[in-house]
């Protein structure tokens, strides 16, 4: 399901997608659903003789990829989707340790997300080099959707 509306409005957004999957039914809501996660696990990781180390890498897999969409400008949290661990605020070394491993299996997702989340908040991140006496742009360790540092 593709919305219609600008993501600049995220609750047009939401409520466009709402309608889009109400019309549809939750039966093909699941379908939609279940074909694309097919279409994304394509990309899945490999892994023989240990399958604890298997499971616990295409769990960490699935987990980063849960908390991106190639669509919304947002990146990954350290605790994923489903906590508010750290208030769900975003961290700069997302882009050292999660960035380098997804880009292989899942550009998409880094252009999209990660890459798009920083760039979305480049002018945060320049008034911060400001304040800081520094020139370019620097990003706060710890940030939440306005991009400024977030305690």
């Known amino acids: 399901m ?50 604890t180390v298997a499971a616990s890498a295409n769990s960490s897999l699935y987990y980063l990829m849960t908390s991106m969409h190639p669509l919304e400008p947002w990146s990954v949290s350290p605790c994923g989707p489903g906590s ?22 899942r550009p998409d997702l880094v252009r999209h997300s990660m890459i798009a989340y920083r760039l979305a908040r480049l002018e945060a991140a320049k008034a911060r080099a400001v304040d800081y006496g520094f020139e370019g742009a620097d990003w706060p360790w710890e940030s939440a959707l306005t991009g400024l540092d977030t305690v």
């Open 2 to 51: 593709v919305s219609n509306s600008s993501s600049d409005d995220p609750v047009a957004h939401a409520l466009d997608l709402y309608d889009t999957a109400s019309g549809l039914g939750p039966a093909l809501v699941r379908k939609s659903h279940t074909n694309q996660w097919e279409k994304w696990w394509q990309s899945g990781v490999e892994i023989e003789g240990n399958r």
């Open 84 to 105: 508010n661990c750290y208030h769900q605020h975003r961290f700069w070394d997302s882009l050292t340790w999660d960035q380098g491993a997804l880009v292989l299996l």
